[in-house]
């Protein structure tokens, strides 16, 4: 782990920033700068590891492979760590590149909703992922959960399904996903 503070002001080569290893903090490299983002909350992870749960045996059956929170490149100097990737993903490999990467999902927090559904988005579209998952929970008591499946059409996403809290998402594609939004929800108390 690394002691002493990060230098956010200054620009960093992709190389410098792996070599940081773990961090006690959560960052990702974008345009050559460390954004630092809040740890994420129960709600958010479990939604997150429920995504990847729910996705994980159609992708299998397609050959894909299915991780939660590791780092990808999407470009040169961008480095970000998505929610839930599934593609055609090495098991040791260290980041994975934007062009083995099928979709992406993304499950927005009040620090983060703007850069998931902008930002990111656009940088996953010039990055040529076919698909992108966002899991938007109902503020702010993160007791449900909107699902938008978005797909690459020329340079940026369309919307291709959408299931409101308690509906199902249904897709053929990229692989057959039937997502039940209330299960998305862990136990409560």
Known sequence: ???????????????????????????????????????????????SRYLANFLEPAARAAGLTIFEAVDTRIGPGTIVCPDVVAGKLRWGKGVNDAADVILVAEVTSPSNAAWDRRGKMRRYAAARIPWYLLAEPELPELLSVTLRLHRLEGARYVEHAVARPGAVLRSDEPFPIAIDTGQLIGPLG
């Open 1 to 47: 782990m690394r002691e002493q503070p990060l230098d956010l002001s200054r620009t960093w080569t992709e190389a410098e920033y792996l070599a940081l290893g773990a961090l006690n903090i959560r960052t990702e490299l974008v345009d050559w700068k460390i954004q630092v983002s809040p740890s994420p909350s129960n709600a958010h992870q479990g939604i």
